[in-house]
T-cell receptor, first 115, second 114 residues
Framework: DTAVSQTPKYLVTQMGNDKSIKCEQNLGHDTMYWYKQDSKKFLKIMFSYNNKELIINETVPNRFSPKSPDKAHLNLHINSLELGDSAVYFC??????????????FGPGTRLTVL | GQQLNQSPQSMFIQEGEDVSMNCTSS?????WLWYKQDPGEGPVLLIALYKAGELTSNGRLTAQFGITRKDSFLNISASIPSDVGIYFC??????????????FGAGTRLTVKP
């Protein structure tokens, strides 16, 4: 009965490769997010999707691209991986139309290591 | 985007002690949230506050939405070892529609000594 799930949990890859991280939520939420957490634990929002529409886009490199096949999924594609992309990536979701609209629920994270 | 000022950065306390941490911002928010992150896990929502002056409890946790709407605090009473983790505050507008409307603090790392 996992609410927000991500795969894989760990991802180790070589510089220059292309990789994807998947996220799914079964909460019936209408908005999903991707966050990057660096080694100092600082959380930075990267993207959010609302009803299949990208509504915010932090100044991240265009090597990162979110893909949402439906409102229960938001995948993160990363092209030409660089060393500085190593971090923990969190998916989150929320229900914008609900009274408690700003409450975001996070997945367990994907630890990406670029060698 | 602009960050919230969260303090303290870290705390080392004895089991049984009370804990207090806070967040301040130069911007007004309509929502304050407090999250806890355990090692290797994602942040878990502890308390959400939607009204200025609101005081809300969740077990041993108590959080308040500052009257000025620019600050919030979280108190933990009678700490126990499982309280160890990183606590994040977050502030948001109503509703958060762009990146700058939802901001996270840098976190307070709590260590509890048995």
């Amino acid at each position: 009965d996992t609410a927000v799930s991500q795969t894989p949990k760990y991802l180790v890859t070589q510089m220059g490769n292309d990789k994807s991280i998947k996220c799914e939520q079964n909460l019936g939420h209408d908005t999903m997010y991707w966050y990057k957490q660096d080694s100092k634990k600082f959380l930075k929002i990267m993207f959010s999707y609302n009803n299949k529409e990208l509504i915010i886009n932090e100044t991240v490199p265009n090597r990162f691209s979110p893909k949402s096949p439906d409102k229960a999924h938001l995948n993160l594609h990363i092209n030409s991986l660089e060393l500085g992309d190593s971090a923990v990536y969190f998916c989150a979701s929320s229900l914008r139309l609900a009274a408690r609209y700003n409450e975001q629920f996070f997945g367990p994270g994907t630890r990406l290591t670029v060698l | 985007g602009q960050q919230l000022n969260q303090s303290p950065q870290s705390m080392f306390i004895q089991e049984g002690e009370d804990v207090s941490m806070n967040c301040t911002s130069s911007s007004i928010f309509n929502t304050w949230l407090w999250y806890k992150q355990d090692p290797g896990e994602g942040p878990v929502l502890l308390i959400a506050l939607y009204k200025a002056g609101e005081l809300t409890s969740n077990g041993r946790l108590t959080a308040q939405f500052g009257i000025t709407r620019k600050d919030s605090f979280l108190n933990i009473s009678a700490s126990i070892p499982s309280d160890v983790g990183i606590y994040f505050c977050a502030g948001a507008s109503s509703p958060a529609r762009n990146n700058n409307d939802m901001r996270f603090g840098a976190g307070t790392r709590l260590t509890v000594k048995p």
